[in-house]
């Protein structure tokens, strides 16, 4: 089997062109480390329409170490002046919680599945037994990890925040030696929020050129409309944090999208999907019925027998029942064949045989 497949499987649905936008809600650290709130999130991405949700395995010790030393305080973002092993004790989700969190997911329907952070993670969600992978974008680069998720075989996801060319390469060679081959890169600008003016969205349908796999969107902007503009530019995955209540707080929140609005992306996004469609040049059911309302040439003067056809008593209107307004010019001059009424649609019949058609 090619390595460079067009389309990945995860849990029996196909993604890729053609097939309907796979939907993920990023359940993260909206979860405030109440359990309950983590399945109302679940409960409403399956209302909200989204086809899987995704969680992160990692504690702050597989991520990094307790140690307030200047390399380790956040500079620059919504975290500011904390240290990298307190926000993450803050985000992350309990390991007992996620096989729990992944029946819940089963019986509403969704599919779950997580971003593994170190070895002891993948092999976690190994014995849970999730049907695919994600990279998250910071952990493009630790090679070792992704020789170990890509000897499972599982489909990977791939986040590109923050990476070069050189580096999308290198990772994706890494994860299909190791034996992956269903992979599919998301687009994604590592900023939280991240400004619509950074986001490059015409990468995606170059990713998926260069690379021989599905493309898509990992968001981390306010609003919907980053993700329907991905849609258009051939994204075929969308990820999006989902939270309860923006006014719930958390690392998280500020760039989640709320229930109402995560349903609103996934109708908008739906629909930017169907609009896409195919290059057609042919009418659809619909043009055909509209068509007899385009112009056509009609008598809008009585016309008696013999008399000629001016500018003044034929002209293009609508509706469309006469001859095609392209004839105007050849009809202008000639004679009526009989007497014609205001508002007959124009006919070759209506003209003296020998003066048209």
């Known amino acids: 089997m090619s390595r460079h497949v067009p389309e990945i499987t995860i849990a029996g ?5 053609g097939h309907p936008v796979y939907i993920i809600a990023e359940v993260s650290a909206n979860h405030g480390q109440d359990f309950d709130r983590a399945v109302r999130i679940l409960e409403a991405a399956k209302a909200c329409g989204a086809d899987a949700v995704k969680l992160q395995t990692y504690t702050p010790d597989t991520l990094t170490i307790d140690c307030d030393a200047e390399p380790f305080r956040i500079k620059g973002t919504l975290w500011e002046g904390r240290t990298l092993y307190d926000l993450y004790g803050e985000a992350f989700t309990p390991w007992d919680w996620q096989p729990r969190l992944m029946r819940a997911a089963e019986d509403l329907g969704l599919t779950l599945f997580s971003s593994p952070f170190d070895a002891t993670a993948v092999d976690f969600l190994e014995d849970m037994g999730v049907p695919a992978y994600k990279v998250a974008s910071f952990e493009l680069v630790d090679t070792a990890l ?4 890509g ?10 925040g923050m990476a070069s060319l050189e580096e999308i390469d290198e990772a ?13 890169l998301l687009k994604c600008t590592s900023a939280y929020p991240a400004a619509p003016a950074d986001m490059h969205l015409r990468t995606i349908a170059d990713m998926a050129q260069r690379f021989g796999c599905p493309t898509g969107l990992s968001d981390h902007t306010l609003g919907i409309a980053v993700p329907v503009a991905a849609v258009a530019l051939g994204a075929c995955i969308v990820e999006k944090h989902l939270t309860l209540s923006r006014a719930d707080g958390g690392p998280d929140g500020a760039f989640s999208l709320e229930p109402s609005e995560f349903a609103a992306m996934v109708e908008a996004v739906r629909q930017a999907s169907q609009a896409m469609g195919r290059v057609n040049y042919t009418l659809t059911e619909n043009e055909r019925q509209s068509r007899i309302f385009r112009r056509s040439l009609f008598v809008v003067q009585d016309i008696a027998e013999g008399a000629p056809f001016t500018a003044e008593n034929v002209r293009s209107i609508r509706p469309g029942h006469g001859l095609h307004p392209r004839h105007l010019p050849e009809i202008l001059g000639r004679t009526a064949a009989s007497r014609i009424a205001r508002g007959t649609p124009l006919s070759w019949e209506l003209i003296r045989r020998g003066q048209g058609a």
């Open 172 to 184: 994706v060679r890494t994860l299909r030696i190791a034996g992956t081959d269903q992979l599919a």
């Open 13 to 17: 649905r196909a993604i890729g062109a």
């Open 151 to 160: 000897r499972t075989g599982k489909p990977v996801l791939l986040s590109t």
């Open 146 to 149: 992704l020789q170990k998720i």
